[in-house]
């Protein structure tokens, strides 16, 4: 079993390589993650020469303990930490753009390019290809949103003011991008899939499988309405995705079914 | 052996294949011969287990092929799609390793090596599928079905729109598979194909309307007809046999031997002796395409 995932992951890999187009849109994604936060909390004060904790929203902020006081940071810094974790989320949004980009394009793409019915006839079992499709599009995503937090968290070394880094490296920044990253991306992989198994035609299943960007997108705005993302609200979202992902690997299995792939989609 | 008993497959309201029983032999190439969404390729997929028939079983050396035993006895089976299902951006090796791998075939590397030599395409061994001809593509297409030494192969449609040397160059490939004591089925429109290569004939629409081999089809449909060519006007001589099933065009007689109640060496014994002077005896045989046609309008009006 093993060894057939192993193969049919090869050859997705191999796929990725040889088709780097499919990473465009996260590239855009990546990209506005990590320009956007850098441009409001470090170009913005230095090119208008006003400093953020000047500013008479943030003031009323920090008055109001919405913006924390952190030991050993000036108020410059405290906002500037309220901003990074609150683009933090932003990294969630990384992976599952990933994972729905390469995943609609491994699954779908297949039976477009009449790839699948091949495959379908030798000794791979659902699960089996299934797995190798999971893991195939989870792995890199997982991958790029470790080296978009690794540079945010370099760039915000680099340019912020000291201690902001340190104040940032916290069990719940971790969590959301170890933790809460990978399940999100895991959960909207496993819908696509089995959105892809029960769609008439690869478009629908396009479409029906980037509607699952959706919510998570939702959970970006949050902060900014006044929603702490709390290390508590983080790891009940972490426990709520795992459930989910349970349940959505139990239904891909029984929704994808071979006979309606082949027979259904012309 | 691959068997297939009381198979039907329904796809909603329509009828695909129906009552449809089977018996393949070891090292037989066996033709499914149909009109266009007749249920070949459905029939093909029961086969292969890759979609479970509404009724009736498929079995392969006398174990069912059910959702929980498929996995395994497809190892025992290699399938040529209609298409040739190949990655366009990998290479014609790196296609045909992921299958070694996936058949968990013990030496991968060199097994597709020994493969490519055999069906020609180890000069191509690292170009894109994509820029292969259309008969490359299905060579390749066949060195991955036949990779894993399955001891059935189904093929649905290998030659489907082959020039005729590529063509030629996969019946070849299937001839070679049969002296290799493979069991090979075929699904196709190419009559002449058929005749050629198939040592029997299932005629499919729908239903079964016919299994045999070729010479007994033509035999039951057309009888046994005997050509008789002589070197005078052969009207008056056939008039003088006095036999029933003549017919006459020109110096040639043709003679249904049933119809007629006589034997070959009687009726060039007869003619002889009624002065005829006789250039040739063959037996007539009318081409697949009549029998096939025929089996067809009898289905259809049945």
């Known amino acids: ?266 | 052996m691959l068997a297939a008993s009381h198979l039907t497959r329904q796809f909603g309201d329509r009828v695909a294949v129906e009552d449809l029983s089977l018996e393949l032999r070891p090292g037989e190439i066996f033709a499914l011969l149909g009109p266009n969404g007749g249920g070949k390729t459905t029939t093909l997929r029961m086969l292969a287990g890759l979609i479970a028939p509404t009724a009736g079983t498929v079995t392969l050396d006398d174990e069912p092929v059910t959702r929980d035993t498929s996995a395994r006895l497809r190892q025992r089976v290699g399938f040529l799609t209609e298409t040739p299902g190949l990655w366009d951006q990998f290479s014609v090796r790196q296609n045909l390793l992921v299958y070694a791998r996936l058949h968990g075939l013990p030496r991968p590397a060199q097994t597709v090596d020994d493969a490519m030599e055999q069906f020609g395409i180890r000069d191509r061994a690292h170009d894109a599928a994509a820029t292969l001809s259309k008969g490359l593509r299905q060579r390749v297409a066949l060195a991955r079905a036949m990779l894993h030494q399955p001891q059935v192969i189904l093929l649905d449609e290998p030659t489907s729109g082959l020039d005729p040397e590529s063509a030629r160059g996969v019946r070849d490939l299937i001839a070679r598979a049969r002296a290799n004591h493979r069991t090979v089925v075929l699904s196709t429109h190419n009559l002449d194909e058929v005749e050629r290569m198939a040592d029997r004939v299932a005629v499919l629409r729908r239903r079964l309307l016919a299994l045999d081999t070729p010479a007994a089809l033509r035999q039951r449909l057309f009888g046994s007809r005997m050509r008789i060519v002589l070197a005078q006007p052969a009207a008056p001589l056939a008039a003088g046999l006095g036999l029933h099933g003549v017919s006459v065009d020109g110096s040639t007689l043709s003679v249904d031997l049933a119809a007629a109640g006589i034997t070959t060496p009687d009726l060039v014994r007869r003619l002889a002796a009624a002065g005829a002077d006789v250039l040739m005896v063959a037996p007539e045989e009318p081409p697949l395409e009549d029998v096939y046609l025929r089996l067809i309008q009898e289905g259809a009006s049945s």
């Not at chain 1, 379908?120 to 997982?142: C, D, H, N, R």
């Not at chain 1, 309606?260 to 012309?266: A, D, F, G, N, V």
């Open chain 1, 1 to 266: 079993m093993i060894s057939r995932i192993r193969a049919l992951l090869g050859k997705e890999f191999l796929d990725l390589r040889l088709n780097p187009s499919v990473f465009l849109p996260v590239g855009i994604v990546g990209i506005m993650s990590l320009v956007i936060p850098f441009m409001i909390a470090v170009v913005v004060p230095a090119v208008t020469g006003e400093r953020l904790s000047d500013s008479p929203d943030f003031e009323m902020a920090i008055e109001q303990q919405r913006v924390r006081q952190t030991p050993g940071l000036d108020p410059e810094g405290a906002v500037q930490v309220w901003l990074f974790e609150g683009f933090l989320l932003f990294m969630l949004i990384v992976p599952v753009v990933v994972a729905t980009g390469i995943s609609s394009h491994s699954v779908v793409g297949e039976k477009r390019a009449r790839t699948l019915e091949p495959l379908l006839a030798t000794p791979l079992t659902t699960f089996e290809l299934l797995a190798a499709k999971t893991l195939g599009a989870w792995l890199p995503s997982i991958g790029l949103a470790l080296l978009c937090f690794g540079t945010y968290i370099g760039g915000i070394a680099l340019v912020a003011e000291p201690g902001v880094v340190s104040a940032l490296l916290s069990t719940r920044s971790f969590s959301v991008v170890l933790l809460l990253g990978p399940l999100a991306s895991l959960a909207a992989l496993q819908a696509t899939v089995c959105v892809s198994s029960r769609a008439k035609d690869e478009r629908s299943a396009q479409q029906w499988g980037s509607l699952i960007v959706l919510p998570i997108a939702g959970s970006l705005i949050a902060p900014f309405l006044g929603v702490e993302m709390t290390l508590a609200i983080v790891l009940t979202g972490v426990a709520v995705l795992f459930v989910v992902n349970v349940v959505l690997m139990r239904v891909a299995i029984k929704v994808f079914d071979r006979e309606s792939i082949l027979t259904r989609w012309k």
